[in-house]
């Protein structure tokens, strides 16, 4: 089993910037790819960006490419997703999720077992 925990959500501007962080415990050789989702009220969970922890591959929804960078700390099991120039629709609950493996279906929440419980962006 792995946990997963979210924190560094809050409510900003638009054209500000947060960083959200994830950190993993348990069994975390059991995942290589970890990273963000997000959802909004009443839309489906979509992907953010995703790394794959051994080789550093990063993936990206062409929504946020140029404006939000996913990277990692493996010595501390830690993701790190930092987003600038923030939008009203990044505006949502984010979820850090993790898998065994990245592929280019990293988008497809159901492919993911573990989640954490989300914390809250919300840009005006």
């Known amino acids: 089993q792995v946990q997963l925990v979210e924190s560094g959500g809050g409510s900003v501007q638009a054209g500000g910037s947060l960083r959200l962080a994830c950190r993993a415990s348990g069994d975390v050789a059991s995942v290589n790819c970890m990273g963000w989702f997000r959802q909004a009220p009443g839309k489906e969970r979509e992907g953010v960006a995703v790394i794959a922890t051994g080789t550093g591959r990063t993936y990206y929804a062409d929504s946020v490419k140029d404006r939000f960078t996913i990277s990692q700390d493996n010595a501390k099991n830690m993701v790190y997703l930092q987003m600038n120039s923030l939008k009203p629709e990044d505006t949502g609950m984010y979820y850090c999720?993790?898998?065994?493996?990245?592929?280019?279906?990293?988008?497809?929440?159901?492919?993911?077992?573990?989640w954490g419980q989300g914390t809250q962006v919300t840009v005006s």
């Open positions: 999720a993790a898998k065994a493996w990245c592929s280019d279906s990293w988008a497809n929440a159901n492919m993911y077992n573990y």
